[in-house]
């Protein structure tokens, strides 16, 4: 005879393996750009305001299979541009909430030596939305010098064009602002997101500059003579201004991305329902302007054509928005289906397939398409017919 405590056991079992399956389509997707080569390792998190509904890692940290299997809540990732949404605009927009930062001043309020021609008319809101005039980034053939002459280099770079015209993507925007951030608090952008967001957040493995202690736990994103090498940050520019600025320098796992995405998802609240920004906030850092399309304040929306295949898919929302970083790193966020995806891989450490960045594009799409065909209630007609 089974008892009744032998049964309820057996039903929770298979409605674990119920749920599990529903996701294999998505899994298949991941797991097949470690079988093509794209990356050796990745970490997938599906979910939602109030719980994490999917979480798996994938591959190895390394194409040998004696490295570390990734897992979604002790693998580090070094998460490239997310940083600007995870580290910078979080603390903007808490420093606007607080009446502390002016989206419209212009940035030599808080920066000064921010000079030349045109230079006067950016606003914070510019460096936000990328509309500032600045080129992508610093001329890659600058040679090594100390942080401060780097970033005054980022301060005497030109505009390129009008500012407040049209956005193009740059890092010298949340450089700029990282350090406005700083100038207004009086410390560093690591010791202000840490106290004030990672910590409330519960982002306790969230960090610039991790320690010796952590670097086994690292996907590593490079090689130094034939050896992985993990836990120096892959962007040169970060790594220049000493691997902590406003555009690239985090580390963090796929389960402290997805309380970050749940914290946008609950409109600024914390998992104990405390406003850590007021939802008139998260409004503001989320209303699209025709000027900046398809870049919000931060993030950029699903309109995105800097990407072909968009790494959003075909299905996100009208209010969906996302980031993505060059290392392999994706999170993307749709509040009309209560849904985000964290997609995290280490694409960089020797792709073994044609045009891999491509490649990656086209599974990111297809991972946020199965994604939201995987979620019950997700396809819902109201929100996008085609689903």
Not at 107 to 118: A, E, I, K, N
Not at 320 to 337: C, E, K, Q, S, V
């Amino acid at each position: 005879m089974v008892r009744p405590f032998a049964l309820a056991l057996i039903g929770v079992a298979a409605l674990a393996r119920a749920a599990a399956a529903q996701y294999e389509p998505v899994d298949a997707l991941v797991q097949d750009g470690v079988r093509r080569g794209v990356y050796p390792a990745a970490a997938l998190i599906i979910g939602n305001s109030r719980a994490i509904l999917h979480a798996r890692g994938f591959g190895h940290f390394t194409w040998s299979e004696r490295s570390a299997i990734p897992t979604p809540d002790s693998t580090l990732w070094d998460i490239a541009s997310l940083t600007k949404v995870v580290a910078t605009t979080s603390s903007a927009a808490l420093l606007v909430d607080r009446g502390r930062l002016q989206l419209d001043a212009p940035v030599q309020r808080y920066l000064p030596h921010f000079t030349g021609p045109g230079k006067e008319r950016v606003t914070v809101r510019m460096l936000l939305d990328h509309t500032s005039g600045l080129p992508a980034g610093l001329d890659p053939r600058q040679r090594r010098v100390p942080p401060d002459s780097i970033f005054a280099l980022v301060l005497r770079t030109p505009l390129r064009r009008s500012p407040g015209t049209r956005a193009q993507y740059s890092d010298l925007n949340a450089i700029l602002l990282g350090r406005i951030i700083e100038a207004i608090c009086g410390r560093s952008l690591y010791r202000f997101a840490a106290d004030s967001i990672f910590g409330p957040l519960g982002m306790f493995e969230t960090r610039f500059l991790p320690p010796m202690a952590l670097r086994r736990r690292i996907a590593p994103t490079s090689q130094w003579r034939g050896s992985p090498l993990a836990g120096e940050v892959n962007d040169r520019t970060s790594g220049w201004l000493g691997g902590v600025a406003g555009h690239a320098g985090v580390f963090t796992t796929a389960t402290d991305l997805a309380r970050y995405a749940q914290w946008w998802l609950r409109r600024g609240a914390t998992s104990a329902g405390i406003p850590l920004v007021r939802s008139a906030t998260v409004d503001t850092f989320l209303a699209p302007r025709a000027v900046a399309f398809p870049r919000l304040l931060g993030w950029e929306s699903r309109g995105t054509q800097e990407y072909t295949p968009s790494p959003y898919g075909t299905l996100p929302s009208a209010d969906a928005y996302g980031h993505t970083g060059y290392t392999g790193t994706m999170l993307w966020i749709d509040p009309d289906r209560d849904l985000f995806v964290v997609l995290l891989t280490n694409r960089v450490f020797g792709p073994r397939v044609a045009k891999p960045f491509t490649a990656l594009h086209e599974i990111r799409g297809r991972v946020a398409d199965a994604a939201v065909r995987a979620v019950p209630g997700a396809c819902r007609a109201e929100i996008r017919p085609s689903c």
